[in-house]
């Protein structure tokens, strides 16, 4: 309270990777008014109990976002849909590949890469990526003046995904192989070939070089995602990746399979209150980030 008025409380944007790798992914972000999941590559049992780990409520969700069609990011994404009466929203590509993994949605919503549209108060971007799928996306989420940019699953960071990513406050992003480990592991030689390939995967120097390209002086938090458990371990991506954040607040996550990471809180004071009853000290511009327990 300050001189008899009680502050508004400052716009918010938070992001759960509940879980990232090649046997499921799923990303939970909250608004002060919305909830989407974006994928759900486990059942949806597994998905309402990792949920229910970070307390986070089922009937706040809004929507499911599916970034392509395979398995690790649409195996629940019918019974979810179904079960909690969500819209599922992806390109056609996606949604029509997907038809046989989902079975009948409850309802379909198609979107189109490069046009954002809606969810409640949380305005999505959806960008082309290049991946071995009908026709893959990566996305930006913006509510309050915040961002949030996910890019995994992709072979290239094109011109077209780095302009996307540019002026997150946290980003997703995959850093999904060691080459050494890759060269010197079991995959058969085609299955290497398809993961460093144009249309597969990041490797960790490929997300260095791709975050360099886009920090900026307001990132909070990077997750890297996607790291695989047989050719990468979280020590070694977390090592390289972390060069490109030497002169950088930004905070540094690893997202892994087995268990929900978690969650990291944007709050901004952009808007024409302070976050505090510090006005004297309040300065518009600043952005605030915490990480909740």
Sequence with gaps: MKDGFA?????????????SGSRGNCIYIESEETAI????????????????????????????????????????????????????????????AAK???????????????????????????????H???????????????KIGIATDLGIATTLVKNHL?????LVLEANHCPVMLENGPYPWSLKQR???RTGHLSNGDAR?????????????????????KNNTPEKAGAVVAEALKNSRAKLVTACQQRPADPIRLTSSKDSWPCSDNTENFQPDKLHYSFAD
Excluded: Q, W
Excluded at 67 to 93: F, I, N
Excluded at 132 to 146: E, I, K, Q, R
Excluded at 210 to 228: D, F, K, R, W, Y
């Design 166 to 170: 540019k002026g997150c406050h946290a």
């Design 132 to 146: 071995d799928a009908s026709d893959p996306a990566g996305f930006t989420v913006s509510s309050g003046g915040l």
């Design 195 to 197: 993961v460093k390939g």
């Design 209 to 229: 070089d791709l975050l360099g390209e886009i920090i900026h002086p307001a990132l909070s938090s990077v997750v890297i995602a996607h790291i695989s458990e």
């Design 7 to 19: 502050l508004p409380s400052c716009p918010s944007l938070s992001l759960t990777v509940l879980a």
């Design 37 to 96: 999941l974006v994928d759900a590559g486990f059942s949806c049992k597994e998905l309402l109990r990792r949920m229910d780990m970070k307390g986070l409520l089922p009937e706040k969700l809004s929507a499911l976002v599916l970034s392509h069609e395979h398995s690790d990011h649409v195996t629940g994404a019918g019974v979810l849909s179904r079960k909690l009466h969500l819209p599922v929203y992806g390109t056609s590509g996606t949604l029509d």
């Design 100 to 130: 046989n993994k989902t079975g009948v949605l409850h309802r379909r919503k198609d979107i189109t890469c490069g046009v954002p549209f809606a969810v409640g108060d949380l305005l999505i971007h959806p960008f082309s990526i290049s």
